[in-house]
């Protein structure tokens, strides 16, 4: 089984698009969060170092890879969606847009796998077909990233579940699952207001009001009109 993904990231002057090469895959036992949440040595294991506040994991994709020497069989009753596991609560926050509901689809590849004697979807050995997606327009969102640049932030946890398909045309009764888990890293520190040593932070000058324009201004005007007016003409007879 395979994962890719298209990991967006929007801000104002750019919108900046990663393919699944932003994964680096590494041994399970690289890191113990992985062994935490049940992801062993015979699973895949991946890591992302570039996850900041306002980042959007959308378009996300997983192949089921058959690289054994039987066919395999699978039963949608018996998978469970994949999860996005918070690793830093009081820090992060993952959203899922629009909801959580319906977020994940089977695609049309799988679905002509159906077997209908079977009830299940079968895949030929030395085949791989993209089974799961996530919706068109539905995205997880890194809502809120507090936590500092290199912090394990998230885990995303899928898991899939076949059987093999003996030579003698029976089903294995006993179900294989197989993991993939990609760890999301705080990939910016928090943001502080440099402040260079040996310097003092220059205040902020407030800005200057413009003058009043209201209609006891314009009262006080004609008023000294009137007395200059009054006083030129004063000053013309004197003359």
Same mark, same amino acid.
Request: contains cysteine; proline residues 2%; glycine residues 6%.
């Given at each position: 089984?395979? $994962?890719? /993904?298209?990991?967006?990231?929007?801000?104002?002057l750019a919108l900046s698009t990663l393919s699944v090469s932003a994964y680096t895959e590494v041994k399970c036992s690289s890191d113990p969060?992985?062994?935490?949440?049940?992801? /062993?040595?015979?699973?895949?294991?991946?890591?992302?170092?570039?996850?900041? %506040?306002?980042s959007n994991l959308w378009e996300l994709k997983d192949e089921w890879v058959n690289s054994s020497t039987s066919d395999k069989l699978l039963f949608k009753e018996e998978q469970e969606m994949p999860k996005m596991i918070n690793l830093a609560p009081s820090l992060v926050t993952w959203?899922?847009?629009?909801?959580?509901?319906g977020f994940w689809e089977y695609t049309p590849e799988l679905n002509k796998l159906l077997d209908p004697e079977e009830e299940g979807y079968i895949l030929p050995k030395g085949k791989k077909v993209t089974w799961l997606?996530?919706?068109?327009?539905?995205?997880?969102?890194? $809502?809120?990233?507090?936590? %500092?640049?290199?912090?394990?932030?998230?885990?995303?946890?899928?898991?899939?579940?076949?059987?093999?398909?003996?030579?003698?045309?029976t089903i294995d009764s006993n179900g294989n699952d197989h993991k993939e888990c990609v760890l999301f890293k705080s990939?910016?520190?928090?943001?502080?207001?440099? $402040?260079v040593p040996g310097t003092k932070s220059t205040p902020t000058?407030?800005?200057?009001?413009?003058p009043k324009t209201g209609p006891e201004d314009y009262v006080l005007l004609m008023l000294l009109a009137m007395i200059i007016g009054f006083g030129v003409m004063k000053m013309r007879k004197e003359v």
């Open positions: 089984m395979k $994962v890719t /993904s298209i990991l967006t990231t929007l801000t104002v969060i992985f062994a935490a949440n049940s992801c /062993s040595a015979t699973d895949q294991c991946f890591i992302d170092r570039s996850r900041w %506040e306002g959203k899922q847009n629009p909801s959580s509901n997606k996530s919706k068109k327009g539905y995205t997880y969102t890194l $809502v809120k990233n507090k936590a %500092e640049e290199g912090k394990n932030i998230g885990l995303l946890k899928y898991n899939i579940t076949t059987h093999n398909i003996l030579d003698d045309g990939g910016k520190a928090i943001q502080q207001e440099a $402040v000058t407030p800005a200057k009001k413009l």
